[in-house]
């Protein structure tokens, strides 16, 4: 999730998760935004697409589709530059993607299944409940909800007592998902952390064995801020990405 037109930081994390095994792929979102390197990014996540992948649309997408007038904000001002270098059948296509997917017992969306047009953060055990609840609503047979848009690898699941709990995972170690339990997961930022943890950040679902890995995934975020610089955006952009924040 949340790429940010990070074609290194995607481009490393592909590559990994290939190395795990990875058989099906989701993108849950903000394929643009923030980052450099709009076309590249849009151009593989449209050959995913094509070969099976699912791929949701983010906020920086819409945004990216029709800029706000006027941009007053850091993320509005790069959606207009995102805007102008994106063609108009990517711009389409951007704006095609769906906002969930459900996959078999797993929902996927960017932000919330409560109201995902809204783009609510799910960034605490109420917040994650709202969503897990909208999901399982809709269908009842969802186990897990996988996001993104906070920029940040949590975990929460429904205790014996009903209580969502929230667990902090540790990178590259599996969590047991048994499917008796309902889990909701913020997968992370690909193309830009905000842990303060420069790595690329993405999560692995097995269905067979029930188990969930949080990933870092090492990639050159130097030469990453380095062309978000030489593309003009602002310099906060760069340093996001030289420290993790």
């Known amino acids: 999730s949340d790429l940010h037109a990070n074609a290194r930081a995607l481009e490393a994390c ?15 979102g903000d394929l643009v935004g923030y980052g450099p390197e709009p076309e590249a990014v849009v151009a ?10 699912t791929v949701l649309r983010g906020n920086h997408d819409a945004m990216a589709v029709t800029p706000p007038v006027p941009a007053s904000r850091q993320g509005e001002f790069t959606a207009r530059w995102t805007h102008e270098r994106l063609s ?10 769906p906002l969930t997917v459900r996959l078999e017992s ?26 897990l609840q909208a999901a ?17 690898q949590t975990l929460y699941y429904r205790g014996q007592g009903g209580q969502l709990m929230r667990f902090t995972p540790v990178p590259g170690v599996p969590i047991p998902v048994p499917a008796h339990r309902r889990w909701i997961a913020t997968v992370g930022s690909v193309g830009q952390p905000r842990d303060g943890d420069t790595r690329a ?35 906060a952009l760069a340093r996001r990405l030289e420290s993790g924040r």
């Open 201 to 235: 950040g993405y999560a692995l679902l097995d269905l067979d064995r029930h188990q969930l890995t949080f990933w870092r995934v090492r990639y050159d975020h130097v030469a990453a801020a380095h062309a978000v610089r030489a593309a003009g955006l602002d310099e």
């Open 14 to 28: 592909l590559t990994h998760a290939q190395a795990q095994g990875a058989n099906q792929w989701a993108l849950l």
């Open 136 to 152: 399982t609503d809709q269908y009842p047979e969802v186990r897990f909800v996988m996001g993104g848009h906070v920029h940040h």
């Open 44 to 53: 593989q996540c449209q050959r995913m697409a094509e070969a099976g992948a």
């Open 88 to 97: 108009e059948a990517d711009r389409q296509w951007l704006a095609s993607l």
């Open 106 to 131: 797993v929902m996927v969306v960017h932000a919330s299944v409560n109201e995902p047009e809204q783009w609510r953060y799910v960034e605490d055990e109420g917040s994650a409940a709202r969503s």
